[in-house]
């Protein structure tokens, strides 16, 4: 320990005779009692909790055994450091004389956080005051030692400060503006809070800051009502603790809602900063009722912190089971701070957004969003990425598994996917002319067609069970979807592309298909695909991989089946441009209803870099992305670039909807449901040249 006392028996005195902590109250409470707070020219006024009725619960936490740490995310003007953290330290001098830690961002803000306030502020407040020591060299800029004893550090991050004493309180400021690795020994708040383990859960470790660092996934969505973004710093200690947010209750409905950017309305970007600045307003989500500029504190004062999992209904009753952690976690956020007004924050924001469209630099809208409103930021180039919601909002109603108008023929595409969820994930696209598509059906096989003892279909394998790919002809290659007018009409897969990439056994399983749908003489309707793993002019190449002269692949190729090497990026490229068209038209993709969120997060995962390469920016999936582009790739296979729209071939035609009338169902352009053991029509062995248009069943049209 560092603690350097006065002169023992001087000290022992003093406690004795002046000194006795007060009764336990509440920190708020006693700061409210013992900390006046500098005005400048020698005077000052006591500290106010109705102004800033959101830091109460954060201070009282500070001496709430429960919690070995307080974290508090808050924009700047809230009077968060000057309650959490000058406050809590007036409340340790007064009230529980221990050592105290505060590290602040660099020397030079420690000097002037020292001198200009917590000098003053102890000069001010006499019950501090009283207890400063006597003695000068007990008063120095960066180390100050109480009459009981207790010493105040005022430090900065760098190893030596953080590893040198034990002290039972540890507040950081500004957490987000320190360095993320002190010396390379870790972060500040770790290397904090160790300092504090001596004291047990009497030790406490404070943070707070405003948001400073960036979103890490761009496509990344709230799993709880609660949760903050995934960043470094002061937003993941909070995700880490126990989540509360600030809730106003509505003055129109009663309803709880969170005062933040999102429930801001009367401005919108590219407004004039000033006009649009003036007409800023909070509106309540539940009924949709203008909440005005003055109604700030008397909310404030309704206010009321949730934690995640807890929710709370107009009467005030709250219900839920409250999230649990050693961390009592705060976030608030710009329209609820105490000090800052709508018009000023809504101001900076359309001045910054003007200065990005000017300049093309983000500096000052980060650190708007960031310091001025408490949000993370996401950086302009992962918002400009396409955004899965976008896509949704464009989703069309039309029955689950039926052919919209306008669709010629029908391609499946197959995912393979291993692990421990392994299946099959199937994507039917209907093509029409010119590019306009359409979903049809997307669905997981996941059990096979093997069964156990008991009957039961076991679960599938498709790496280790070379049967379990039958499945792709009866469930996918078989199937049949009914016309939207087509009364009795089907529409059957035209072809069939399976991505043959993935886990080991997958590529050796897919060529024995293969061969097996040849012998079936389906090998015309079903594709093998694969990533081209060169950059190549020519988009899609078709190769017969043989490795019979090499013993280390288990893949056993023999030059006999075709695989198709795919330019997977420029086939990303334009199924992206594609997605891009917002208006019905050449290479429109349409969306039914059905589809849920995943489905859009998955065609909208992959980030397309600067040098022109698609990734995935995490773990997320996206095989909707990919499915889409190997039907693209099938279809190019397949010549439909090619087709003249004025005279398509048979199998690009429009259904003939009069064919239901088996009279008039000219015969050569009818073929039988594909299928491989049941329909006593065999499918000849060149589908893609011949309708892929079909009947209900075989009862149902005396035409076959
Ligand atoms: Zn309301």
Not at 9 to 21: N, P, T, W
Not at 319 to 332: D, K, L, N, Q, V
Not at 380 to 398: C, F, M, N, P, T
Not at 603 to 618: F, I, M
């Amino acid at each position: 320990m560092t603690v350097r006392y006065a002169s023992a028996s001087g000290v022992r005195k003093d406690v004795a005779a002046l000194l006795k902590a007060p009764r336990r109250m509440p920190i708020a409470k006693a700061v409210k009692k013992y900390m006046r707070v500098p005005m400048g020219e020698g005077s000052s006024i006591p500290w106010d909790d109705s102004l800033t009725p959101y830091i109460i619960e954060p201070m009282n936490c500070l001496a709430d055994r429960r919690y070995d740490s307080v974290i508090f995310v808050g924009p700047a003007r809230t009077g968060k450091s000057l309650g959490l953290v000058d406050g809590w330290i007036v409340y340790v001098i007064v009230c529980d004389p221990a050592d105290f830690l505060l590290v602040q961002v660099s020397e030079e803000k420690a000097r002037e956080h020292s001198k200009k306030r917590l000098d003053r502020t102890f000069r001010s407040s006499r019950e501090v005051a009283k207890r400063l020591s006597p003695h000068r060299n007990d008063n120095n800029v960066h180390d100050k030692t109480f009459k009981a004893g207790n010493y105040l550090k005022i430090g900065w991050p760098s190893v030596n400060v953080l590893s040198s004493s034990d002290y039972k309180f540890v507040a950081i400021t500004d957490y987000d503006r320190i360095t993320e690795d002190v010396d390379n020994e870790g972060d500040v708040y770790t290397l904090g809070s160790k300092r504090t383990t001596t004291f047990m859960s009497a030790g406490k470790t404070l943070a707070e800051s405003s948001p400073g660092r960036e979103i890490t996934d761009s496509k990344w969505r709230a799993k709880t009502p609660h949760e903050a973004p995934p960043t470094t710093g002061i937003l993941s200690l909070y995700n880490r603790g126990d989540r509360r947010r600030w809730y106003w209750p509505c003055p129109h409905c009663s309803e709880y809602f969170l005062p933040i950017r999102e429930n801001m309305v009367g401005f919108s970007e590219g407004d004039d900063p000033t006009k649009g600045s003036k007409a800023a307003r909070l509106q309540c989500p539940h009924c949709m009722g203008i909440i005005e500029p003055e109604q700030k504190r008397e909310l404030n004062n309704k206010g009321i912190w949730l934690r995640e999992g807890q929710s709370i209904d107009s009467q005030g009753t709250i219900t839920g089971e409250p999230r649990e952690s050693r961390i009592a976690s705060f976030w608030m956020e710009g329209p609820a701070a105490a000090y800052q007004t709508w018009e000023k924050l809504v101001y900076n924001l359309l001045n910054a957004e003007q200065e990005y469209e000017k300049t093309g630099s983000e500096e000052t809208l980060k650190s708007v969003i960031n310091t001025d409103w408490g949000q993370a930021y996401l950086p302009k180039i992962s918002q400009e990425q396409r955004s899965g919601d976008d896509l949704k909002l464009r989703a069309e109603y039309w029955d689950y598994g039926v052919v919209p108008d306008g669709v010629r023929f029908l391609v499946a595409t197959v995912d393979v996917q291993g692990g421990k969820k392994r299946r099959f994930v199937v994507q039917v696209i209907g093509y029409g002319a010119r590019g306009e598509r359409w979903i049809i059906d997307r669905f997981d096989i996941t059990r096979s067609l093997r069964f156990n003892d008991d009957g039961e279909a076991q679960k599938i394998d498709p790496s280790s069970y070379a049967e379990d790919w039958k499945v792709l002809i009866t469930d996918v290659l078989d199937k049949t979807y009914p016309l939207q007018d087509g009364n009795e009409i089907e529409m059957g897969i035209h072809s069939m592309a399976i991505d043959t990439g993935g886990e080991e056994g997958v590529t050796d399983n897919a060529y024995q298909f293969w061969r097996k749908c040849k012998k079936e003489g389906l090998a015309r309707r079903v594709y093998l695909f694969k990533g081209d793993g060169k950059a190549k002019s020519k988009l899609i190449t078709k190769s017969y991989p043989d490795n019979t002269e090499r013993s280390d692949r288990r893949a056993k190729a023999r030059g006999d089946v075709p695989i198709y090497l795919l330019q997977t990026n420029e086939l990303k490229d334009r199924i992206s441009s594609h997605l891009g068209r917002e208006t019905v038209g050449n290479n429109y993709i349409h969306f039914p209803d059905w589809l849920d969120d995943s489905f859009y997060d998955e065609l909208t995962y992959e980030e397309r870099d600067s040098n022109g390469k698609w990734a995935k920016p995490g773990k997320g999936a996206n095989e909707a992305f990919d499915l889409m582009v190997y039907a693209h790739a099938l279809v190019i296979l397949l010549g439909y670039e090619k087709i003249k729209w004025e005279n398509p071939p048979k199998w690009a035609q429009l259904p003939d909807i009069n064919r239901d009338n088996p009279l008039m169902a000219p015969k050569s352009t009818v073929i039988a449901p594909p299928s491989i053991q049941t329909s006593p029509e065999k499918t000849d062995s060149t589908p893609a040249s011949s309708s892929a248009w079909v009947p209900v069943s075989e009862t149902s049209g005396g035409w076959v």
